[in-house]
C-alpha cells in the first residue's frame, strides 16, 4: 500500500526527502493549473509524473525548477527553504522534450557551459565535459553542432550537459516523446541505467503510461492539476484507486454492478444475473448500491458461457495483434456494451461464438458510479 | 491532370507591372547617359559627362552624409529598437505587450510627413525640447538639432524605430524560451543568459532588422529636406533638387543610378553577412 | 521569488530605459497635440493661449480636401490593383515552376531595395519620354509598383500556411480547377487577402517620396499637399492635421488589433 | 466658366483669390481656380503642357518671367486692353509679355532680443560682422541678392560677380541654414533659429502681425527689389478673361488692399495709402522711394545667371560643413 | 504463402483487380522517392502501405489519387486507364491524417460538397448526406462547424466526405496518428467494420504496425521505395522475408549464428557453442556461413541454463509494463548483445539470474548476414 497518498499535512520523517513540496499551487491568470500539492521525493529515487495533456505536469516541473512562482506552498531541495531562490541558484538539471541545445555552441561547449557560469578551472571542465560525454557514449562528437546530430544524439547531448553540473535533483519533461519508437525504447533503457548508477534523484513527466511503468520507482497519477495516486508501478497498475487512475493506465474492462454486501474482506455483488463474491484491497470501498467493477483484462478468464459464476458475453471481432490477439466481446453488463481480453493469435474465436467471463476473486476493483472520469 | 491552371491569368497582371519597372529602370540608365540641356526637359545626346559631374564635392559630400546618416540611424535605431522588442516579446502581462506593440508600431502607418513634422517642432531653437530645457535652466542658448546631422538623425531614427522593432521583436520571439531556461537551470544568471545566449541567437534578426533600417534611411526624403533644411544633403534631397529645381534630370538620373548601385551593393554585403551567420548554425 | 540587488537593479534600469524609450516614440505626438491647440501662429512652449482655429482652418483648407480624396482615391484603386496583380502573382510563385520566374520575381521585389525616388524619378522620365500626362493614373501606377511586393509577401505567406489538403480534399469529391479555387482556395485565402489589400491600402495612403515627384496640382495626395501646406505656411495647422492623422491611424489599428491581433499579423509571438 | 491662375500656394494664393480674383469675379461673374506650385516647378510645368497649357493667367518673379518670356510661353500683351496700366511705375514694366503685379524688397530682417546688443545694420557690411557667425539665414532658391550687395559693397559690376566671390565666401561662417521658401523663413524666425535673414519684407510684416517681435531694416545701399509679375500664358483660350483679370490686378483699390494684406508695394502710381502703411519699409509710393531705397538687379540679367548663381551658391556656400 | 510477391511482370488474372499498378515509379528532382512498383489491388480488400517514414507511402497513395503525375509506368482503376486523368475524374475517396475537412463550411456542406460537384439534386444531396452522417453516427452534428468539433468526430466526418461519392477506391493516409490511443483504437474498429459493410476498396497508409496487423486483409510493407513484402498479417507477422520486415513488424531477437548443413526443410546452427536444428518457411535460404537467426519473444523459452539446446544467458533488467514484464537478458550470441522475452509480471525474474533460451524448431528464420538493416 501506497503511504504516500497525498495528505493535508506534511508529517513523516524518515530520512530527509530530496524535493519536499508543500502545498504548493499554481493558477494563470485566474485558471487553477495546479491544486496544492504535497509530495516528497526520496533521494535517489526517480519519480514520474504520469498524467493526460493540460493535467498540470509540466507547470509542477517548472515550479520544482525555479522557472514559475508558486502562487502558495513552500519548496525545500535537500532541507533548503528554495521557494525564493531563483533557477540558477537551485542547482538543478534539467533536459527538455526539444533538447533546447545551444544552437550556436558546439556538443562540448553545451555540456560546458553549466561549468563556466560556475568558474570552474578550465582543465577541470575539460575532464568533466570529457567524462559526461563518455558516459552518454558520444566522446566522438564533442566538436559537432547541435544539428549535425540525430534526435538520440541530441538527447544525449541534453542529458550530459545537465548532469555534468552535478544537480541535486534532475528534472526531464517528456524527454523522449520527439523519438521513433525503437530509439525511445533504447534511450528509456539508458536513462535508467545512469540514473541507477548516479543514483540521482530524479522528476520525469511523460503522458506515455508503459514508459512510466517500466522507468519509474515511484508514480504519481496526475489529473485536473491534482495528484490522484502515488506508488510503485505494481501499485499503480494492480490496485489503481480510482476510476481515472485504473482507465488511464493500462487497459480497463468496467462492468455495472450492484454491491449488495460487503464485509472487512468480502464483497457480494451481482453483475447482470451473475452473483460473484469478491476479496478486494481497496482502502475505502462505495457503500451498497449500484457501482463499477474494474478488472484488467489478463484477469478475465474465458470460460463456457453456461457456468454460474461467469459473466455471459459474445465474440464481436478478434483483432490480430502479432504476438497475440485482442478478443472483443459484446457484453450487456459492461459499460461501454464491450470488454476486450487478449489471448494467444491462434486462439482466436470467430465471432460469433458464446463465452463466459470469469473473474478472479482477488484483483478487481470497486468503485462508485459517479466517480469521476476524467 | 491539369498541369497548371491559371498561370496565365494570373501571371499577367504581375508582368505588365514588371515591363513598367524594368521600362522606368531602363528611361533612369537611358537619360543618366545622355546630355542636360539647359532650359529644356528634353535630353541632348550620348555623354558620360553626368558621372564625371558626380566627382564635384557637392555629390561625394552627400554620398557621405547619407551613408553617415544611414551608419548612425540604423546603430541609435538598435541600440533602442532591441530593448523595446525584447521587452514587448517578454512583457508578462498581455496589456503591457500590447500597449508597446501599439505605441511601437503607429508611428509606422502615420508617414513621413508627420512624423517629420513633429520633430520639428520638437527639435526647433525654439522647440519643445529647448524650451524645456531653458526653462529648467539647464542651457541658456538653445541645442542646435534643426539643420544638423544629430536632428536629422533623431527624426530618422524615429522613422526607422518601428520596423525595426518588428523584426527584431520577431527573431526575438522565436527563440525557444527553453533555451534560456536551460541555461538558467545550469546556472547562468539573467545578464549571462542574455549574453551568451539570447543575443548570439537573435543576431540574424539583427542584421536583417539593420539592413532594412539601412534601406530605409536611404530613401527617406521628407526627413533629411524638412529637418536637415538644405544643410545635410542627401542623395535623395539633392536627386529632388537637381531635378525638381534645376530640371536637370539626366543628373539627378545619374545620381539615382549611382545610388541604386550602392543600395544594393550595401544589401549584398548584409545578406552575405546573414548567410555567413545562418551557416554557424545562430537560428 | 525573491530577487538579488543585481536583479532589482536590472528590473529597475529596464523599466526605466523602456519608459524612456515609448517616451521617446510618443515624444512628437505629445508635443504637436499641444502645438495644436497653440493660439499663435509662432510657436511657443509652453503656449501662451488656447485656440481651436488650427483644426478649423484645417478643414477649410482646400488641397487637404482636395488631397485626401486623391489619396483616398488611389489608394483603393492602387490596392486593389496590387492586390489583384500581387496574389496571382504569389499564387504563381507558389504553385508553379515556369521560365524566367526568378527573374520576375528579381523585377517584382525589386522596389523593395530601389529608393521610393527613384521609382518616382524613372516613371517621372518614363511618362514624359511616352509624352502622357502626369495624370492620376501615373500615381496609381507608382503607387501599385510600390506596394506590390508588399501585398505579394503577405499573400505568399498566408499560401505557404494555406493547407494544400483542402484543395486535394476537393479535387477527390471531384471538383474542377476553377471549382476549387472558388470554393476552396479563395474563401480560406480570404483573410490573408483583406489583411494584405488593407496594408496596402495604408502603406499607399502614406507614401509620399515618390509621390512628390509625380504629382501636380490637380493630383497631389494628403502627405504631398501636407509638405507643400509647410512649405507655404509657418502655422500650426499641420499640427491639427498631424493629430488628426495619428488619431485615426490610433484607433484603425486599435480596431485591427481587436479583430486579427496585431502580435499574429505581424509574427512576433 | 472658370479662369486659371497659375501661382505660388499658400499665402499668395490667398491673398490674389481675396484681392484680384474677388475683383475680377465682381466684375465678370466668373470664377478663379488656382493651380499652385514653386517658381521654377510651374516654370517647368508650363513648358511641359506647352500644347495644353493648364492655366490662363500665370504669377511668376519678374526675373523668371523673362524666362517664360523667352521661350515663348507667354503671350504679348496688348496694353490697351488694360485700362489700368496707364498707371504702372516704370520698375514695374518688366518685358513685353509680363508686368509687375506688386513689388517688395528683399533686405535684412531680424530678431533684436537675439541679435547682439546695439546691431541695427543701417549697412548691408553688418551682416559680415563676426559677431553674427551662425545666424544668419538666405534663401537656397535665389542667391542672386547677397551676390548683388557683395558685388556693390566690392565695387564691381555685377556682371563680373565672380570678382566678389571673396566676399561672399567670407560670409559663410555666419550663415545657419538657407531656408528652403517662405514659410521655411517664418519658422527660421519664429523658432529663433536664424535671429537675421536675408529675407522678403512681406515675411517679416506677416511675423509681426503673428506678434513676433522682428525688425526690418533698409540698409544705406538700398534693399533688393523684387517684382511680381503676370503674364497670359501663350496658347490659352480665355485670352479676353485673362486681360480683364491683369487690368483688376492694377486696379487701385486691388493694389491698396494688396499693400494692406500683405504690405507689398503697390505698382500703380494712383494709390492712396494711409500713412503708417505708407511710411513702411519696402512699400514705395513716390518715384522718389522708387529710385534711392532699391537696389535693382537688371531683371533679363538674373534670368541668364540665376542657374549659374545657383550651382555656385550650392556647391561653395550651402555645401561643405 | 504470399503469391504477390513484387514481380517483374503482372500476369496473374483471376477476377480483374479494383487497382493495377504497372511500374508507377517517381522521382522529386533526382532523388527517387518511389522506385516502379507493381501492385494489384483486389475488390473489397482492405490494403495497408506499412513502413517508416519517407519510405514513400504517401508518394504511392498521390499517385493513385492523381495528385502527383508518375514519371513512368500506368495505373488502372476498374480496369480503366487513368494515369493521364486529372484527380477529379478519378472517382476516388480520400481521408488525410489530418481531416482537411473545409473549415467555411458546416459538417453537412462538406458531406455534400463531392455531390454539387456532381450536380445531384438537391433532394438526393440531403438524403445522401443524412445516410452518410447515419453512418458513422454524426446525424446530430450537421450544422456545425468542423472546429466545433472534436478530433474523432472530425475523423467521423472526413469518412462520410469521402464515403458519400460512393468512390471506386477509398484512399486514406496515416488518418488516426493525431488521434490519442483510445480514440484510435476505437475509429480503428469502427473503419474495419463500415469497410467490411460496404465492401469497400482500400488502400490504408499508416508506419503503424499493431494498426497494420489489426486492420487489414493484406499488408505491403515498405522501404526505400520499395515494396518489401506483401502478404495477409500473419504471412508478414510469422514468415517475415527479411531482417528488415521481422525488425520492422513486431519485436525480434536477432542471433549471430553461424548456417552449417541446409537440406530441404531443415537448417543445422550454431549460435555460439549451442547446435541446432531447426525447420523454417523460408523460400530462399542463405548459403552455408554466418548468418543471422532471427526469432519472436513470444516463440522463445525460458529453461534452464545448463540445457544443451538453450543458448545461455543472464537477466540483465526486467522492464514491468504492467499487463507483463519484459526481461532483457544479456546474451553473447544475440546481436547487441540483448535478447528480450515477455513473461507474466509475477515471473519476472532478478537481475544477474542465469537462464537458458530454448528456441521453436519452426517459426525461427534464417537470414544472410549481410542482408540489409534499414
Ligand atoms: N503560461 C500559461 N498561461 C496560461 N495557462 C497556462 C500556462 N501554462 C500552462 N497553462 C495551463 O495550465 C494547465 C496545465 O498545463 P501544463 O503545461 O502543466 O500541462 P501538462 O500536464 O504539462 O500538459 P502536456 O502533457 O500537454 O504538456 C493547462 O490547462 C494549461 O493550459
Ligand atoms: N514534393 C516533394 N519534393 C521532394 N521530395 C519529396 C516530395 N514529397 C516527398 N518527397 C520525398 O520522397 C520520399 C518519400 O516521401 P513520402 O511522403 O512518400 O514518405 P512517407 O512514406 O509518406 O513518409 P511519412 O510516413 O513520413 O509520411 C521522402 O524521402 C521525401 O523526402
Ligand atoms: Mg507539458
Ligand atoms: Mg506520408
Chains 1, 5 share one sequence.
Not at chain 1, 341 to 353: D, E, H, K, T, Y
Not at chain 3, 85 to 110: E, I, P, T
Not at chain 4, 232 to 256: C, H, R, S
Amino acid at each position: 500500500m501506497s503511504s504516500e497518498i497525498p495528505r493535508n499535512t506534511p508529517q513523516d520523517s524518515r530520512q530527509h526527502p530530496a524535493v519536499q513540496i508543500d502545498g504548493v499551487a499554481k493558477s494563470f491568470s485566474g485558471t487553477v493549473a495546479l491544486e496544492p500539492v504535497w509530495l516528497k521525493i526520496r533521494r535517489g529515487e526517480f519519480l514520474t509524473l504520469l498524467g493526460p495533456s493540460g493535467c498540470g505536469k509540466t507547470t509542477l516541473l517548472n515550479l520544482i525548477a525555479g522557472f514559475l512562482e508558486a502562487d502558495e506552498g513552500e519548496l525545500f531541495i535537500n532541507r533548503d527553504l528554495v521557494t525564493q531562490v531563483p533557477p540558477h541558484q537551485r542547482e538543478i538539471g534539467i533536459v527538455f522534450q526539444n533538447y533546447a541545445l545551444f544552437p550556436h555552441m558546439n556538443v562540448a561547449q553545451n555540456v560546458a557551459y553549466g561549468l563556466r557560469t560556475r568558474r570552474v578551472s578550465k582543465a577541470e571542465t575539460a575532464e568533466r565535459v570529457r567524462e559526461a560525454l563518455a558516459l552518454v557514449k558520444l566522446e566522438d562528437f564533442a566538436d559537432r553542432r547541435p544539428r549535425q546530430l540525430s534526435g538520440g544524439q541530441q538527447q544525449r547531448v541534453a542529458l550530459a550537459r545537465a548532469l555534468v553540473i552535478r544537480p541535486r535533483v534532475l528534472l526531464l519533461d517528456e524527454p523522449f516523446s520527439a523519438l521513433d519508437r525503437n530509439l525511445r525504447t533504447a534511450m528509456q533503457v539508458e536513462l535508467k541505467e545512469i540514473q541507477s548508477r548516479l543514483g540521482l534523484t530524479t522528476v520525469f513527466v511523460t503522458h506515455d503510461q508503459s514508459e512510466a511503468l517500466s522507468m519509474s520507482d515511484r508514480i504519481a497519477v496526475m489529473s485536473r492539476g491534482r495528484i490522484r495516486q502515488i506508488g510503485t508501478p505494481t501499485e499503480i497498475y494492480d490496485q489503481p484507486q480510482s476510476r481515472f487512475v485504473s482507465t488511464f493506465v493500462g487497459d480497463a474492462n468496467l462492468f455495472s454492478a450492484t454491491l449488495r454486501e460487503k464485509t472487512t474482506a468480502d464483497a457480494i455483488l451481482e453483475v447482470g444475473s451473475t452473483r460473484l463474491t469478491l476479496s478486494t484491497y481497496q482502502v475505502d470501498m462505495p457503500a451498497p448500491g449500484p457501482v463499477t467493477l474494474f478488472v484488467r483484462p489478463e484477469q478475465c478468464v474465458l470460460t463456457d458461457s453456461g457456468k454460474p459464476d461467469a459473466i455471459p458475453a459474445t465474440v464481436a471481432l478478434s483483432v490480430y495483434q502479432g504476438s497475440y490477439a485482442e478478443l472483443h466481446l459484446d457484453c450487456p453488463s459492461a459499460e461501454g456494451g464491450r470488454v476486450m481480453l487478449r489471448v494467444p493469435a491462434s486462439q482466436a474465436l470467430p465471432a460469433g461464438a458464446s463465452v463466459g467471463i470469469a473473474l478472479p476473486q482477488r484483483g478487481p476493483a470497486i468503485y462508485a458510479r459517479e466517480d469521476d472520469i476524467a | 491532370m491539369s498541369k497548371r491552371p491559371f498561370l496565365g491569368w494570373f501571371a499577367s497582371p504581375s508582368i505588365l507591372i514588371a515591363f513598367a519597372i524594368a521600362a522606368s529602370f531602363l528611361a533612369i540608365v537611358q537619360y543618366s547617359l545622355r546630355a542636360h540641356v539647359p532650359g529644356s526637359l528634353n535630353p541632348g545626346g550620348l555623354t558620360l559627362d553626368n558621372f564625371t559631374t558626380l566627382w564635384k564635392a557637392v555629390y561625394g559630400q552627400a554620398f557621405l552624409n547619407t551613408v553617415l546618416l544611414c551608419f548612425w540611424t540604423a546603430l541609435f535605431t538598435l541600440l533602442i529598437g532591441y530593448p523595446l522588442a525584447f521587452a514587448m516579446v517578454r512583457a508578462k502581462s498581455a496589456r503591457l505587450r500590447s500597449a508597446i506593440l501599439l505605441i511601437s508600431l503607429t508611428p509606422l502607418f502615420l508617414g513621413e510627413i508627420v512624423r517629420t513634422y513633429s520633430w520639428m517642432i520638437v527639435l526647433g531653437n525654439r522647440g519643445f525640447v529647448n524650451a524645456v530645457l531653458m526653462q529648467m535652466g539647464l542651457i541658456d542658448r538653445p541645442i542646435d538639432f534643426m539643420f544638423t546631422m544629430t536632428g536629422v538623425v533623431i527624426a530618422l531614427v524615429h522613422f526607422t524605430l518601428p520596423i525595426v522593432v518588428v523584426m527584431l521583436a520577431a527573431a526575438l520571439s522565436h527563440i525557444d524560451r527553453n533555451l534560456e531556461r536551460a541555461a538558467t537551470s545550469l546556472g547562468a544568471g539573467r545578464v549571462r543568459v542574455f549574453a551568451t545566449v539570447t543575443l548570439p541567437l537573435s543576431i540574424p534578426g539583427i542584421v536583417a532588422a539593420t539592413s532594412t533600417a539601412f534601406a530605409w534611411t536611404f530613401s527617406a526624403f521628407a526627413t533629411p529636406q524638412m529637418i536637415g533644411g538644405g544643410k545635410v544633403q542627401t542623395i535623395s534631397t539633392l536627386v529632388y533638387q537637381v531635378g525638381f529645381a534645376s530640371f536637370n534630370f539626366p543628373l539627378a538620373a545619374s545620381l539615382s543610378l549611382v545610388g541604386l548601385l550602392f543600395t544594393i551593393a550595401v544589401l549584398a554585403i548584409f545578406n552575405t553577412g546573414i548567410r555567413r551567420l545562418e551557416k554557424i548554425g545562430a537560428h | 521569488m525573491k530577487k538579488t540587488i543585481l536583479d532589482h537593479a536590472l528590473d529597475w534600469a529596464g523599466r526605466i530605459l523602456l519608459t524612456a524609450i515609448l517616451c521617446f516614440v510618443l515624444l512628437p505626438f505629445i508635443v504637436v497635440l499641444i502645438a495644436s491647440f497653440n493660439e499663435s501662429a509662432i510657436l511657443t512652449f509652453p503656449p501662451k493661449g488656447w485656440s481651436f482655429r488650427w483644426y478649423a482652418n484645417a478643414f477649410e483648407y482646400r488641397d487637404f480636401g482636395e488631397g485626401l480624396v486623391n489619396s483616398l482615391m488611389i489608394a483603393a484603386i492602387g490596392a486593389t490593383i496590387a492586390l489583384i496583380a500581387g496574389s496571382g502573382f504569389a499564387y504563381v510563385l507558389n504553385r508553379y515552376d515556369f521560365a524566367l520566374k526568378s527573374l520576375l520575381n528579381g523585377v517584382l521585389m525589386s522596389p523593395l531595395i530601389i529608393p521610393n525616388f527613384t521609382i518616382g524619378l524613372g516613371l517621372l522620365i518614363l511618362s514624359a519620354a511616352a509624352s502622357l500626362p502626369r495624370s492620376v493614373w501615373l500615381v496609381v501606377a507608382v503607387h501599385v509598383i510600390i506596394v506590390l511586393p508588399f501585398v505579394v509577401r503577405s499573400v505568399y505567406v498566408s499560401l505557404q500556411n494555406f493547407e494544400r489538403r483542402y484543395e486535394q480534399a476537393a479535387e477527390s469529391l471531384g471538383a474542377g480547377p476553377v471549382h476549387v479555387l472558388l470554393t476552396i482556395t479563395l474563401p480560406l485565402l480570404l483573410p490573408g487577402l483583406v489583411s494584405g489589400g488593407l496594408f496596402a491600402a495604408i502603406l499607399s495612403f502614406n507614401e509620399f517620396t515618390a509621390s512628390l515627384f509625380v504629382v501636380n496640382q490637380r493630383t497631389q495626395t494628403l502627405p504631398v499637399a501636407m509638405y507643400n501646406y509647410v512649405r507655404e505656411y509657418a502655422d500650426p495647422t499641420l499640427a491639427a492635421v498631424s493629430v488628426i492623422y495619428v488619431a485615426v491611424v490610433a484607433v484603425m489599428l486599435l480596431l485591427v488589433h481587436k479583430f486579427f491581433r496585431l502580435e499574429k499579423v505581424l509574427n512576433v509571438e | 466658366e472658370t479662369l486659371v491662375v497659375s501661382s505660388w500656394g499658400g499665402s499668395f494664393r490667398d491673398l490674389i483669390d481675396e484681392t484680384i480674383a474677388k475683383k475680377f469675379t465682381e466684375e465678370t461673374g466668373v470664377d478663379v481656380e488656382f493651380i499652385t506650385g514653386g517658381t521654377i516647378d510651374r516654370l517647368n510645368q508650363a513648358k511641359l503642357s506647352r500644347d495644353t497649357p493648364e492655366s490662363d493667367v500665370t504669377f511668376t518673379t519678374s526675373h523668371i518671367g523673362w524666362l517664360y518670356h523667352n521661350d515663348g510661353l507667354f503671350e504679348e500683351l496688348d496694353m490697351s486692353k488694360i485700362p489700368n496700366a496707364v498707371n504702372l511705375v516704370e520698375q514695374a514694366k518688366i518685358s513685353p509679355s509680363h508686368i509687375g503685379a506688386w513689388a517688395y524688397v528683399y533686405t535684412i530682417g531680424y530678431l533684436p532680443d537675439a541679435v547682439p546688443e546695439g546691431m541695427t545694420f543701417d549697412s548691408w557690411e553688418d551682416l559680415w560682422s563676426p559677431e553674427l557667425e551662425g545666424m544668419i539665414a538666405a534663401p537656397d532658391f535665389d542667391p542672386s541678392h547677397i551676390i548683388a550687395v557683395s558685388s556693390k559693397l566690392d565695387g564691381v559690376d555685377i556682371e563680373n560677380w565672380m570678382d566678389a566671390t571673396d566676399k561672399l565666401l567670407a560670409l559663410k561662417p555666419n550663415f545657419k541654414a538657407f531656408y528652403t521658401n517662405d514659410a521655411n523663413s517664418q519658422q527660421l524666425l519664429s523658432t529663433g533659429e536664424t535671429p537675421v535673414q536675408i529675407m522678403l519684407s512681406m515675411n517679416a510684416y506677416h511675423m509681426q502681425s503673428e506678434g513676433l517681435n522682428i525688425k526690418l531694416a533698409i540698409p544705406k545701399e538700398g534693399a533688393v527689389l523684387g517684382v511680381d509679375t503676370m503674364g497670359i500664358t501663350a496658347g490659352t483660350d480665355k485670352q479676353e478673361l485673362a486681360y480683364k483679370f491683369i487690368n483688376a490686378a492694377l486696379d487701385p483699390e486691388v493694389q491698396a488692399k494688396i499693400a494692406e494684406i500683405k504690405k507689398g508695394s503697390p505698382v500703380v502710381s494712383n494709390v492712396d495709402l494711409p500713412e503708417e502703411l505708407a511710411d513702411l519699409p519696402g512699400i514705395f509710393t513716390t518715384p522718389e522711394q522708387w529710385e534711392s531705397q532699391t537696389l535693382i538687379i537688371p531683371h533679363e540679367l538674373r534670368a541668364e545667371k540665376t542657374a549659374e548663381w545657383r550651382q555656385w551658391f550650392s556647391e561653395n556656400m550651402i555645401s561643405g560643413n
